[in-house]
């Protein structure tokens, strides 16, 4: 059964460092999503990705985060200048064209961990 | 502003039991709920999503409930077992906009 995968699985990066979450969404989806979760919070949306550009975004989402589909597998969510508070699993999901079903399939996810 | 409660925020049952977990939403104009379990350290699994003109669906031992006009849903397990354990998340968006509205899960854990 084809899944979203999502690379690493834990990063550990320092405060003021860039890092790039990468995802592999399932290959007939066209619409992808970056979700996050601070631990023992509830899961938050941050943006959605459709033909190329962001369909819409969070208030999380500021000029800090971009998101990108350099190929025609991946996308990838980058954080240009993390802080402390992006600790978090940051989850990438996908979902096929609108045909009416609303069903999305989440990646399990790569834990943030800033120093 | 939208938000969706879900109750209780932690259950505790015997394996076989059922049980019925609540969730609570003021997202307008609805567009559709989902409910999600979720393991620990994984992604959410979808369960059921409903649309305003459904008021039940199942998934095997999942049966989940919408009320429109009460802006309630639940989520029915029966015949519980170990592998339910998790959490369990409702969810909802509005129409004319994607961003979802998550609730903070009900963390279910079922004992032998």
């Known amino acids: 059964e084809p899944e979203v995968t999502q690379t690493p699985s834990h990063q550990v990066t320092q405060m003021g460092q860039e890092v790039i979450l990468r995802c592999v969404p399932i290959?007939?989806?066209?619409?992808f999503y970056w979700y996050r979760q601070i631990l023992g919070q509830k899961v938050e949306f941050l943006v959605s990705f459709y033909n190329n550009e962001i369909s819409e975004k969070s208030e999380i989402f500021d000029d800090q985060f971009s998101v990108e589909r350099p190929d025609g597998s991946n996308f990838t969510l980058k954080i240009r200048s993390t802080k402390l508070e992006d600790s978090a699993m940051y989850f990438c999901?996908?979902?096929?064209?609108?045909?009416?079903?609303?069903?999305?399939?989440f990646g399990p996810g790569t834990r943030l961990t800033v120093t | 502003k939208n938000q969706v409660e879900q109750s209780p925020q932690s259950l505790i049952i015997l394996e076989g039991k059922n049980c019925t977990l609540q969730?609570?939403?003021?997202?307008?104009?609805?567009?559709?709920l989902r409910w999600y379990k979720q393991d620990t350290g994984r992604g959410p699994v979808s369960l059921t999503i409903m649309t305003f003109s459904e008021n039940t669906k199942s998934n095997g031992r999942y049966t989940a409930t919408l009320d429109a006009d009460t802006k309630q849903s639940s989520l029915h397990i029966t015949a519980s077992q170990l592998s339910d354990s998790a959490s369990y998340i409702c969810v909802v968006s509005a129409g004319g906009s994607y961003i979802p509205t998550f609730g903070r899960g009900t963390s279910l854990i079922v004992h032998p």
């Open positions: 969730c609570n939403y003021t997202v307008s104009p609805f567009s559709n």
């Open positions: 999901a996908s979902r096929r064209t609108p045909d009416g079903s609303y069903e999305q399939y």
């Open positions: 290959s007939n989806h066209l619409y």
